[in-house]
């Protein structure tokens, strides 16, 4: 198993995690769309959904294809879950699902979603931007 602080968009991890801590309500409950979106659109990490299975919740989440690991950034959600849990892809804990697939991509297409994410991602690179000065 590689070590999640090796991994090379870890950094933007714990960046993007921190920010959606500011600057979501309630975050990380019932943000897992959002977060996977906003996840790909800053790491290209693709999005997966199905389900958490311990609580059989619909969940969504990212997927490094090259080192075949799922990337859950709201997973603490969860009761004695992480902030940022890295797992390989054979987890027993989450479980993809191509009909939910289909429902997610059906729900994120969506205008006030799309504007959501987009405002989202906007203000993540300002902030970027200025940390960087």
Not at 9 to 36: G, H, I, M
Request: proline content about 8%; overall charge negative.
């Amino acid at each position: 198993m590689i070590p999640k602080q090796s991994l090379p968009y870890y950094p933007e991890l714990l960046a993007l995690r921190s920010f959606l801590e500011r600057e979501v309500a309630d975050f990380p409950t019932w943000k897992c769309d959002q977060t996977a979106r906003i996840t790909h659109l800053i790491t290209g990490l693709e999005e997966v959904s199905g389900r958490y299975v311990p609580d059989d919740d619909l969940h969504t989440w990212n997927y490094d294809p090259e080192r075949k690991l799922y990337v859950d950034l709201c997973q603490d959600q969860y009761p004695h879950r992480g902030k940022i849990v890295v797992m390989p892809a054979d987890t027993p804990l989450l479980k993809k699902e191509d009909v939910t697939m289909k429902e997610y991509h059906a729900l994120t297409t969506f205008p006030p979603f799309q504007r959501k994410i987009s405002d989202l991602l906007g203000a993540y690179l300002v902030s970027q931007s200025t940390q960087h000065r």
